[in-house]
């Protein structure tokens, strides 16, 4: 089945750009989406189909993805952003449909 | 606003069958291009996709846990519900309930509050 693969920890200062990425084999072919996770807390999408934003979303998350590797990025990061954020494909090819990265958590320092 | 609202026994005694349900307020679970999703997550650990069930009330598992995953849905009570069977500490973690936005391009809009379920004697 299709791998994901996340860095398990980024840190950034506040006000800093937080860049958290996702590897796979020829991502660039498949949308890939990005879940928010604070403690104790369900994910919440915040970026879909690579680039696009759910209304609520702050325009500070963006997405891409080019050649093996998504990355979603955080501009002036803030203490609220503190969280894990799982990538997350559609693979149809697959018996396992939804692939989830590994979880990246992001300190803010 | 879309709630999906999450039930069920926190502690399973092992080799018996997990229940959890999750009832669906303000929208149908027939709508569409929407299917629903089971998820789960162990402790400290990342996220697990358990399985989806259509308004048809067809339903499709992970490989891994097909042999013991049962999904159903009410559509009178908007309820979907998911079974576990013969469980063991392994599958100790929070489950999520979660809709799936079904384009091509899957992903997942909204998500129950989560269960902890521990499986312990």
């Known amino acids: 089945s299709y791998v994901l693969t996340q860095p398990p920890s980024v840190s950034a200062a506040p006000g800093q750009t937080a860049r958290i990425t996702c590897g796979g084999h020829?991502?660039?072919?498949?949308?890939v989406h990005w879940y928010q996770q604070k403690p104790g807390q369900a994910p919440v999408l915040v970026v879909y189909d690579n680039t696009d934003r759910p209304s609520g979303i702050p325009e500070r998350f963006s997405g891409s993805n080019s050649g093996n590797t998504a990355t979603l990025t955080i501009s002036r990061v803030e203490a609220g952003d503190e969280a894990g954020y799982y990538c997350?494909?559609?693979?149809?090819?697959?018996?396992?449909?939804?692939?989830f990265g590994g979880g990246t958590k992001l300190t803010v320092l | 606003q879309l709630q999906l609202l999450q039930s069920g026994p926190g502690l399973v005694r092992p080799s018996e069958t997990l229940s959890l349900t999750c009832t669906v307020s303000g929208g149908s679970i027939s709508s569409s291009p929407y299917y629903w999703d089971w998820i789960r997550q162990p402790p400290g650990e990342g996220l697990e996709w358990i399985g989806t069930i259509y308004y048809t009330g067809n339903a499709y598992y992970n490989p891994s846990l097909k042999s013991r995953v049962t999904m159903s849905r009410d559509m009178s009570e908007s309820q979907i519900s998911l079974k576990l069977g013969s469980v063991t500490a392994a599958d100790t973690g929070v489950y999520f309930c979660a809709r799936r936005h079904a384009s091509a391009t899957d992903y997942f809009d909204f998500w129950g509050q989560g269960s902890l379920v521990t499986v312990s004697s």
């Open positions: 997350q494909v559609w693979d149809s090819t697959s018996d396992l449909h939804v692939v």
């Open positions: 020829n991502l660039e072919f498949k949308s």
